[in-house]
Nanobody, 125 residues
Framework: QVQLVESGGGLVQTGGSLRLSCAASGRTFSSYTMGWFRQAPGKEREFVTAISRTGGVTYYTDSVKGRFTISRDNAKNTVYLQMNSLKPEDTAVYYC??????????????????WGQGTQVTVSS
C-alpha cells in the first residue's frame, strides 16, 4: 500500500514553467513504477509520463516530449514532473500514480493501482 500526495500546481502563463511533486508514503517507494496522468474537463484521463523503479527509464506521451521531464528521488520517496514551455492545452488536473508491476510504457489508467488526489494546473493564454 502506498499513499500519494501531489503538490506544485497552480496558474501560469503560456510559456511558463511549473514543477509538480508527488510524495509517497511507505518504505517501498523504489519498488514502484511511478507515473503522471492528467484529466481536462470533459475529457478522459490521459497518460503523460512514467519512470522506472530506478529512474533509468522514462516514457512520455508525444505531446509533452521535449517540454516535460519526470524524475524521482528514491531517498526522499518523491517523484517530480518539471513542466516547461506550458501551453493552454496542458491545463488539467494532474495525478500521480504508482504501481508495483507496470512497465513505463503502460499508458492506460487501469495499469496503475495507486493514485493521488490530483493537483490543478492552469495555463492562461
Amino acid at each position: 500500500q502506498v499513499q500519494l500526495v501531489e503538490s506544485g500546481g497552480g496558474l501560469v502563463q503560456t510559456g511558463g514553467s511549473l514543477r509538480l511533486s508527488c510524495a509517497a508514503s511507505g518504505r517501498t517507494f523504489s519498488s514502484y513504477t511511478m507515473g503522471w496522468f492528467r484529466q481536462a474537463p470533459g475529457k478522459e484521463r490521459e497518460f503523460v509520463t512514467a519512470i522506472s523503479r530506478t529512474g533509468g527509464v522514462t516514457y512520455y506521451t508525444d505531446s509533452v516530449k521535449g517540454r516535460f521531464t519526470i524524475s524521482r528521488d528514491n531517498a526522499k520517496n518523491t517523484v517530480y514532473l518539471q513542466m516547461n514551455s506550458l501551453k493552454p492545452e496542458d491545463t488539467a488536473v494532474y495525478y500521480c500514480t504508482a504501481d508495483p508491476s507496470a512497465s513505463v510504457a503502460y499508458t492506460r489508467p487501469f495499469n496503475y493501482q495507486f493514485w493521488g488526489q490530483g493537483t490543478q494546473v492552469t495555463v492562461s493564454s
